[in-house]
T-cell receptor, first 112, second 111 residues
Framework: DGGITQSPKYLFRKEGQNVTLSCEQNLNHDAMYWYRQDPGQGLRLIYYSQIVNDFQKGDIAEGYSVSREKKESFPLTVTSAQKNPTAFYLC???????????FGPGTRLTVT | SQQGEEDPQALSIQEGENATMNCSYKTSINNLQWYRQNSGRGLVHLILIRSNEREKHSGRLRVTLDTSKKSSSLLITASRAADTASYFCATEETGANNLFFGTGTRLTVIP
């Protein structure tokens, strides 16, 4: 059963704490992406990676960090430097052609 | 970023009617894609239209692309209650390595 998994579905943290969101795919895709979605809004790109051990900043990378040590995994850390971290976070992947993206179910992060 | 604009922001129709939503963008593109998102879930790819195509069909979906006007439309025919979702356009811009998503149209189909 191929796909992208994100865990956990809901995450609660206190302000000032770093938190890491998991994203795993077994589609053998080279490229992976992290997006942020705020209520009633579209998706904004945080970071993306086209290949293992390489990643690029998206439009709103400040306060976030990523790693890509394995092809299957692209974890996102929301640091305490992110001023407004409460949002819905979506991970996606695509193959070498990078046309269609496959999305995970998302993680809703609430920071209080 | 060159995020697209979608119109209308929200649309409510009766089951069986057709739903049309529009997307405008700002730069030259390689392709334009439409995605669907059920509330609180991930996005699902629906259809892709390349910059040299003008119209494409997939089941009850019809997509048009006018590159001179930098706009696209998605038509869902004979709508069903299960079509209730948010619909997003996404553009792959020339020279870019990722997609730029529009703001979405929230479609409600009333049974």
């Amino acid at each position: 059963d191929g796909g992208i998994t994100q865990s956990p579905k809901y995450l609660f943290r206190k302000e000032g704490q770093n938190v890491t969101l998991s994203c795993e795919q077994n589609l053998n895709h080279d490229a992976m992406y992290w997006y942020r979605q705020d209520p009633g809004q579209g998706l904004r790109l945080i970071y993306y990676s086209q290949i293992v051990n390489d990643f690029q900043k998206g439009d709103i990378a400040e306060g976030y960090s990523v790693s890509r040590e394995k092809k299957e995994s692209f974890p996102l850390t929301v640091t305490s430097a992110q001023k407004n971290p409460t949002a819905f976070y979506l991970c996606a992947s695509s193959d070498r052609t990078r046309i269609e993206q496959y999305f995970g179910p998302g993680t809703r992060l609430t920071v209080t | 970023s060159q995020q697209g604009e979608e119109d209308p922001q929200a649309l409510s129709i009766q089951e069986g009617e057709n739903a049309t939503m529009n997307c405008s963008y700002k730069t030259s593109i390689n392709n334009l894609q439409w995605y669907r998102q059920n509330s609180g879930r991930g996005l699902v790819h629906l259809i892709l239209i390349r910059s040299n195509e003008r119209e494409k069909h997939s089941g009850r979906l019809r997509v048009t692309l006018d590159t001179s006007k930098k706009s696209s439309s998605l038509l869902i025919t004979a709508s069903r209650a299960a079509d209730t979702a948010s619909y997003f356009c996404a553009t792959e811009e020339t020279g870019a390595n990722n997609l730029f998503f529009g703001t979405g149209t929230r479609l409600t189909v009333i049974p």
